[in-house]
């Protein structure tokens, strides 16, 4: 408990000291590279500081130009894991109420976030097609696919608007497979515990080669594709080499 304390506090000062002047900065630059970078790293050295080891592997993998991430979901802690392993400025899809926290809700818009309200179908389709035509002007992005946290750690079920994404701007998807995070703090726990977590990029997929009618073809290929490179506990019930 001591170190989630250690991680709230300094990290919310952190945000009070630093969000105001980069907010104003981003306003009238309009360049979000210096409050996007100044979140992650800010993020990850409160993390690391709090015991928790990030362990990346497969960088040389990203193929250059605009890509899809990809990334399962197990735990609050593998967010900044995630997103921190990745090499250059990426948007991501997030839950509508996290824009409204004071300072980091402005700080996600201004790094070009864009918001999703899970429970209406509407919103979900206008946020895909938003981030579509992000990803066709040149801006890499992250989709959790299963859409929620896994309540056991194994890798669930995948939505589809990562791969319409895919399909609809052509570019490749580079499946994430992180491992651990879901030891380091537990689905609905504020606790965390000393730990490391692996984040390993696997092979990128030619999302380019599938059609619309293909994408659940598309779909199951990433999703096996994480699945193989997830650690055995990790893996659906019933994939092959799932513990």
Same mark, same amino acid.
């Given at each position: 408990?001591?170190?989630?304390?250690?991680? $709230?506090?300094?990290?919310?000062?952190?945000?009070?000291?630093?969000?105001?002047?980069?907010?104003?900065?981003?306003?009238?630059?309009?360049?979000?590279?210096?409050?996007?970078?100044?979140?992650?790293?800010?993020?990850?050295?409160?993390?690391?500081?709090?015991?928790?080891?990030?362990?990346?592997?497969?960088?040389?993998?990203?193929?250059?130009?605009?890509?899809?991430?990809?990334?399962?979901?197990?735990?609050?802690?593998? &967010?900044? $894991?995630?997103?921190? $392993?990745?090499?250059?400025?990426?948007?991501?899809?997030?839950?509508?109420?996290?824009?409204?926290?004071?300072?980091?809700?402005?700080?996600?818009?201004? &790094?070009?976030?864009?918001?999703?309200?899970?429970?209406?179908?509407?919103? &979900?389709?206008?946020?895909?097609?938003?981030?579509?035509?992000?990803?066709?002007?040149?801006?890499?992005?992250?989709?959790?696919?299963?859409?929620?946290?896994?309540?056991?750690?194994?890798?669930?079920?995948?939505?589809?608007?990562?791969?319409?994404?895919?399909?609809?701007?052509?570019?490749?998807?580079?499946?994430?497979?992180?491992?651990?995070?879901?030891?380091?703090?537990?689905?609905?726990?504020?606790?965390?515990?000393?730990?490391?977590?692996?984040?390993?990029?696997?092979?990128?997929?030619?999302?380019?080669?599938?059609?619309?009618?293909?994408?659940?073809?598309?779909?199951?290929?990433?999703?096996?594709?994480?699945?193989?490179?997830?650690?055995?506990?990790?893996?659906?019930?019933?994939?092959?080499?799932?513990?």
């Amino acid at each position: 408990m001591f170190r989630t304390i250690f991680v $709230a506090v300094f990290l919310s000062l952190y945000i009070l000291l630093v969000g105001p002047p980069l907010l104003l900065y981003t306003y009238f630059t309009r360049d979000p590279d210096p409050i996007y970078w100044a979140g992650i790293k800010g993020v990850m050295f409160f993390v690391r500081a709090a015991g928790v080891r990030v362990r990346v592997e497969g960088l040389e993998r990203i193929p250059p130009g605009v890509c899809l991430f990809v990334a399962n979901h197990t735990s609050s802690a593998d &967010a900044p $894991a995630v997103v921190g $392993a990745i090499p250059r400025r990426i948007s991501i899809i997030l839950k509508e109420s996290l824009f409204k926290w004071p300072i980091v809700g402005q700080s996600f818009r201004s &790094a070009h976030f864009i918001p999703v309200n899970r429970k209406s179908h509407e919103s &979900a389709i206008a946020s895909v097609e938003k981030a579509t035509e992000a990803l066709r002007s040149g801006q890499s992005f992250l989709i959790y696919p299963e859409g929620t946290r896994s309540p056991d750690g194994r890798l669930q079920n995948f939505k589809k608007g990562a791969v319409v994404m895919a399909i609809n701007s052509g570019v490749p998807i580079v499946p994430m497979a992180c491992s651990g995070a879901q030891h380091v703090m537990e689905k609905r726990s504020l606790v965390m515990h000393p730990g490391e977590i692996l984040v390993e990029f696997l092979a990128p997929i030619d999302a380019s080669k599938f059609t619309m009618e293909e994408r659940d073809t598309l779909n199951e290929k990433v999703h096996d594709a994480m699945a193989a490179g997830l650690p055995p506990d990790q893996r659906p019930i019933g994939f092959p080499g799932a513990a």
